[in-house]
């Protein structure tokens, strides 16, 4: 498999954050997912857990590693800090 690329965020973890990996497929995705590293803020997205589960995920995204098209419907690994005090968005 070619090696990853990642396209890291800045954040600091705070008391309730936990940094949590998902994978999506899409290319809007991605793009939203890029948005987050570059401003800063907090998105909310759907993506499947390491164990195939489907659910959405609330927070900063801090990287994005793109794993090429050959690695099936799961192309992009992301790293997300989740946080229970984003409050609303």
Same mark, same amino acid.
């Given at each position: 498999m070619?090696?990853? !690329?990642t396209e890291?965020?800045?954040?600091?973890? $705070? @008391?309730?954050?936990?940094?949590v990996q +998902?994978s999506?497929?899409?290319? #809007?995705?991605?793009?939203r997912?890029?948005?987050?590293?570059a401003? !800063?803020?907090?998105?909310?997205?759907?993506?499947? $857990? @390491?164990?195939?589960?489907?659910?959405? +995920?609330t927070?900063?995204?801090? #990287?994005v590693e793109?794993?090429?098209?050959?690695t099936?419907?799961? !192309?992009?690994?992301?790293t997300?800090?989740?946080?229970?005090?984003?409050g609303p968005i």
């Amino acid at each position: 498999m070619e090696a990853a !690329r990642t396209e890291s965020g800045a954040g600091k973890l $705070t @008391p309730g954050d936990i940094m949590v990996q +998902f994978s999506i497929h899409s290319e #809007s995705d991605r793009e939203r997912c890029q948005d987050s590293i570059a401003r !800063r803020i907090p998105i909310t997205i759907s993506g499947t $857990t @390491p164990d195939c589960e489907i659910r959405a +995920f609330t927070g900063v995204v801090q #990287s994005v590693e793109d794993y090429g098209v050959k690695t099936g419907p799961w !192309r992009w690994r992301v790293t997300m800090r989740e946080s229970a005090n984003l409050g609303p968005i």
